[in-house]
T-cell receptor, first 112, second 113 residues
Framework: DQQVKQNSPSLSVQEGRISILNCDYTNSMFDYFLWYKKYPAEGPTFLISISSIKDKNEDGRFTVFLNKSAKHLSLHIVPSQPGDSAVYFC???????????FGKGTRLHILP | KAGVTQTPRYLIKTRGQQVTLSCSPI?????VSWYQQTPGQGLQFLFE???????NKGNFPGRFSGRQFSNSRSEMNVSTLELGDSALYLCASSPRDREETQYFGPGTRLLVL
C-alpha cells in the first residue's frame, strides 16, 4: 500500500504562472513532510519541508501547504520558471518506524 | 564541502551475480540512507545507517544488505541479482537525523541482464 501518493504523474504549466503539485498521505502518524526536486542524471535535491505543527511554510518562490485533516499537502511554485522543469518528489516521515517514505513523483514541464 | 559521492556511476551485471555499491557522505555527516528508484515505484527506502549501525530497514529481501564504516562511508551489497533489481540506487547523507535535510548523491545506475 502506498502511504504517500502523488496522483499526477505529470503536469504542464506556462512560464510565469503558478505550478501546484499535490501529495496525499494515509498515515496519520506522519509529522514531517519534505519536497525534493530531481533533474535527470542527478540525485534529488531538497526544496522545502514542513512540520505538522504548521500549515504553511514559505521559501522564496516555493510554498508548501499542509492540510492535516485532509492528509494533503501541496507545493506552490510562483512564478514558474523554465529551470523548474524536473521531477518533484513528496516525502513524509514520523510513522511508527520513522522511515522516510517517498511518493512516485510528478514530472513538471514549464512551457515557454 | 564536497557533496555526496557514489561509485560506480554505472554498472552492468548478469542475473545471479552480486554487486557492491559505495557511498561517501558529506564530511561530518553521520547518517547515510539508501534508496532504490525505479520508474514505476518512485523512491523506495532500503536502509539507513548511523554511526556504523543499521538504524532502520525498508521492505526489501535479505539479498539487499549494507554496512557503514567508522569514517561514515557506506556500502550496499545485492547478492543473487535479479532482472528486477535494475534501478537507480541513491545514497543520501544527513548530519544526524533523517528528518534533517538529506543530501543525495548522483546515484549508481545498475542494469541487470
Amino acid at each position: 500500500d502506498q502511504q504517500v501518493k502523488q496522483n499526477s504523474p505529470s503536469l504542464s504549466v506556462q512560464e510565469g504562472r503558478i505550478s501546484i503539485l499535490n501529495c496525499d498521505y494515509t498515515n496519520s502518524m506522519f509529522d514531517y513532510f519534505l519536497w525534493y526536486k530531481k533533474y535527470p542524471a542527478e540525485g534529488p535535491t531538497f526544496l522545502i519541508s514542513i512540520s505538522s505543527i504548521k500549515d504553511k511554510n514559505e521559501d522564496g518562490r516555493f510554498t508548501v501547504f499542509l492540510n492535516k485533516s485532509a492528509k494533503h499537502l501541496s507545493l506552490h511554485i510562483v512564478p514558474s520558471q523554465p529551470g523548474d522543469s524536473a521531477v518533484y518528489f513528496c516525502a513524509a516521515s514520523g510513522g511508527w518506524d520513522d522511515k522516510i517514505i517517498f511518493g512516485k513523483g510528478t514530472r513538471l514541464h514549464i512551457l515557454p | 564541502k564536497a557533496g555526496v559521492t557514489q561509485t560506480p556511476r554505472y554498472l552492468i551485471k548478469t542475473r545471479g551475480q552480486q554487486v557492491t555499491l559505495s557511498c561517501s557522505p558529506i564530511s561530518g555527516h553521520r547518517s547515510v540512507s539508501w534508496y532504490q528508484q525505479t520508474p514505476g515505484q518512485g523512491l523506495q527506502f532500503l536502509f539507513e545507517y548511523f554511526s556504523e549501525t543499521q538504524r532502520n530497514k525498508g521492505n526489501f529481501p535479505g539479498r539487499f544488505s549494507g554496512r557503514q564504516f567508522s569514517n561514515s562511508r557506506s556500502e550496499m551489497n545485492v547478492s543473487t541479482l535479479e532482472l528486477g533489481d535494475s534501478a537507480l540506487y541513491l545514497c543520501a547523507s544527513s548530519p544526524r537525523d533523517r528528518e534533517e535535510t538529506q543530501y543525495f548523491g548522483p546515484g549508481t545506475r545498475l542494469l541487470v541482464l
